[in-house]
């Protein structure tokens, strides 16, 4: 299991639409092999900060979903609202506890 961190900063007054489409692309993701889990994070103290932290069975299946056009779609939008390029870097996943798993 593969989990990629993406850090971008956005365009003042961006931030709801930027928001939303992210929204659309991890309901896109949702239908990829492969897909595990997302999260999208704001910082408390930069509004304009926002991390995306999305875990996949490989880095394969993640590759394979940037190529699927609801992906695509909204990749122009994410760039029109973001001050610069992003930063990613991946991690293996050593260890994943949820509340979900409790028996």
């Not at 304009?48 to 609801?70: K, N, Q």
């Not at 779609?73 to 930063?87: F, H, I, N, S």
């Not at 050593?94 to 028996?103: F, K």
């Amino acid at each position: 299991m593969m989990t990629v961190v993406t850090t971008s900063t956005l365009r003042p007054g961006g931030e709801a639409e930027w928001d939303a489409a992210m929204q659309a692309r991890f309901d896109s993701a949702r239908e990829r092999p492969g897909w595990i889990s997302g999260q999208l994070l704001t910082s408390e103290d930069e509004s304009s900060t926002r991390v995306i932290v999305g875990t996949w069975r490989s880095r394969e299946d993640w590759e394979a979903w940037h190529s699927d056009p609801a992906y695509l779609d909204q990749r122009a939008t994410l760039q029109r609202l973001e001050a610069g390029p992003g930063r990613s870097e991946w991690f293996r996943v050593v260890a994943d506890a949820r509340a979900d798993d409790r028996a």
